[in-house]
């Protein structure tokens, strides 16, 4: 059996995924083996300082040690490694590439947003749906928001935009940016009637959790937004004790939920369906598109 690995570093946490990639009937599949989440939170220095401060950079050098050797350990035989926003915009991003491959022979690439947006498109998860509806794909990050549209299974369109969870909580999101994105949605689903939404990302996972519908159900906005106002009336302490969301969750959960209830009230989406896929699923799919289905014959 193959296995492959995706490494995501963004602007909250940095993640691992080590997938078993298996053939079957309509190409290849993958199974997610094992999954690391490690909560550096690069955004604070980038955001902030445009640098990513000397612990920092020793905290992410040795994560991908410890990465390099898990891959090593599990018999991974081809990988992708990116990098997202916080490294975008850090002045000694490229600086860093080139540490990690020097201690962790890791070959790391930093990204541009479009890109970004490619790779989590890459997952497909709009195939699982109903093709005949019009969907707003929302991925929110630490750095940065990716949204896509899909029209009967069809991408039409696609944009990054630097809004995202750790910039707001460090007031680095700008009203020009927030009027941009605005534009953007109305116009390319103005024209559209009953728009659904899809969302990914850890936030929307975990707030379809607390929501507790079934895997397949889609998520109201009225259910989410009642979800917002229970998390806002507790204090970060409380939601942290009372909740039982980890510290670095507690305090991006409130953003990224402002995020997407507002790109649903523009859209005019009642629903969201959140698949358990993102930026690291994304990943794998490319390294199966790359390396089996262009191959195959």
Same mark, same amino acid.
């Given at each position: 059996m193959?296995? %492959?690995?995706? #490494? +995501?570093? /963004?602007s909250?946490?940095?993640r !691992? ?5 298996s ?10 083996n094992?999954?690391?989440r490690?909560?550096?939170?690069l955004?604070?220095d980038?955001f902030l ?12 050098v040795?994560?991908?040690?410890a990465?390099?050797?898990l891959m ?6 081809e ?6 926003s916080?490294m975008?915009e ?5 600086d860093i ?5 020097k201690q ?8 541009a947003g479009?890109?970004e947006?490619d ?10 749906l109903?093709q005949?509806?019009? %969907?707003?794909y #929302? +991925?929110? /990050?630490g750095?940065?928001?990716e !949204?896509s ?5 069809s991408l039409t ?15 680095q999101?700008?009203?020009?940016t ?15 009637k009953?728009l659904?939404?899809?969302?990914t990302?850890?936030n ?6 607390m929501?507790?519908e ?5 998520l109201?906005?009225?259910k989410?937004?009642?979800?917002y106002?229970k ?7 409380d939601?942290i ?19 997407y209830?507002?790109?649903?009230k523009?859209?005019? #989406? +009642?629903?969201i369906?959140v698949?358990?896929?993102g930026m ?12 089996l289905?262009k191959?195959?014959?």
């Open positions: 193959l296995r %492959y690995a995706a #490494i +995501d570093i /963004g909250n946490a940095i !691992l995924l080590i997938a078993d990639i053939k079957s009937k309509d190409g290849y599949k993958y199974k997610k094992t999954l690391i490690v909560p550096l939170r955004g604070d980038a300082n445009q640098i990513i401060s000397a612990k920092k950079t020793t905290d992410l040795n994560t991908m040690l990465f390099k050797k090593d350990v599990y018999g991974v035989t990988y992708l490694a990116c990098a997202t916080a975008r850090a002045k000694n991003g490229n590439v080139k540490l990690i491959k962790a022979d890791i070959n790391l690439e930093i990204i479009q890109r947006a790779i989590i498109y890459a997952n497909h998860v709009e195939k699982d109903d005949n509806k019009t %969907y707003l #929302i +991925d929110v /990050g750095g940065s928001t !949204l549209v899909f029209v009967k299974g369109a696609s944009k990054s935009f630097n809004i995202g969870t750790i910039r707001m909580l460090d007031h999101d700008k009203q020009e927030w009027d941009e994105m605005k534009a953007w949605v109305q116009e390319n689903t103005d024209h559209y009953k659904a939404g899809i969302g990302g850890g929307i996972n975990k707030l379809f959790r929501a507790d079934k895997d397949s159900a889609p109201s906005i009225q989410l937004s009642s979800i106002k998390l806002s009336d507790f204090s970060l302490k939601r004790e009372i909740l039982g969301l980890n510290p670095d969750r507690a305090d991006v959960i409130i953003p990224a939920c402002e995020i209830l507002t790109l649903m523009w859209a005019e #989406i +009642d629903e369906y698949p358990k896929v690291a699923d994304g990943l794998i799919k490319v390294l199966i598109e790359e390396n289905e191959t195959k014959v």
